[in-house]
């Protein structure tokens, strides 16, 4: 058997540094590639969230300025509702006092027909007394006198009416002058006024007289619980 040939080689001291260079400088491209490529991925990432937090951001402010409108509108449906179901509280009580006022006026109709065509006494009478409490002082009474009389005169009845308080607790024949009116009647006459008590006073009665000169033509008292007539 023969033995193989030897083969010298040159040395090359540098091939193996030269290789490692350049798989080192091969490996820091990739790499710095790489990063490069990471960086840019990251910040299109953080471009796109920025975008999309901004985009949050208009989004809520308009939802916000929606929200606010819409408590406003709820604000003003709810006042126009209490606006309105006040305005129509106060149209029905309006229409309950017109209501009454014209039964009022209808029953005054009948006895004013009735008075002209002779159907009532024909005496000079206290009609009707009237007294209910004041709806603003719980201390004033607003009193209204109907006078009638049915004779045929040519001349009214004249003369003055006098209306008198008298009160409790104060000893026997206490009173005090409520108002003076004068009396000018053909048929009928209507006083309207106020009874204004004082302090701790407790009413008992009010008497209403009619006098003509030194001439009494009417002279009646009135039970002052009876008359008053309940609060509206």
């Known amino acids: 058997m023969l033995d193989r040939p030897y083969i010298i080689h040159h040395r090359r ?6 290789f490692i260079l350049l798989s080192l400088v091969l490996c820091l491209s990739v790499i710095g590639y790489w990063g490069q490529q990471w960086q840019k991925q990251q910040i299109d990432k953080l471009e796109t969230l920025q975008t999309q937090h901004q985009q949050l951001l208009e989004e809520n402010r308009r939802l916000s300025e929606q929200n606010q409108a819409l408590t406003t509108q709820i604000d003003d449906s709810k006042q126009m509702q209490a606006m309105r179901q006040a305005t129509d509280s106060q149209l029905e009580t309006e229409l309950e006092a ?3 006022q014209v039964i009022s006026l209808n029953k005054e109709l009948l006895f004013y027909q009735n008075i002209t065509q002779g159907n009532v006494s024909s005496e000079l009478q206290v009609r009707e ?51 003076q009116s004068a009396l000018n009647i053909r048929h ?4 309207e006024g106020t009874v204004k008590l004082t302090e701790n006073e407790q009413p008992d009665s009010l ?20 008359t008053v007539s309940p609060a509206p």
């Not at 009928?188 to 006083?191: D, E, F, K, N, S």
């Not at 008497?207 to 009876?226: G, M």
Request: hydrophobic share 35%.
């Open 207 to 226: 008497r209403v007289l009619l006098r003509q000169s030194d001439k009494t033509l009417i002279d009646t008292t009135y039970n002052w619980q009876d």
């Open 13 to 18: 001291p540098y091939r193996c540094l030269m």
């Open 129 to 179: 007394l009237h007294l209910r409490p004041a709806t603003d002082d719980p201390s004033s009474f607003i009193y209204r006198i109907v006078l009638t009389q049915g004779k045929r005169i040519t001349k009214p009845i004249t003369g003055e009416v006098l209306l008198t308080l008298n009160l409790k607790g104060k000893g026997e024949g206490h009173s005090r002058l409520v108002e």
């Open 98 to 100: 017109l209501q009454q």
């Open 188 to 191: 009928v006459q209507v006083l």
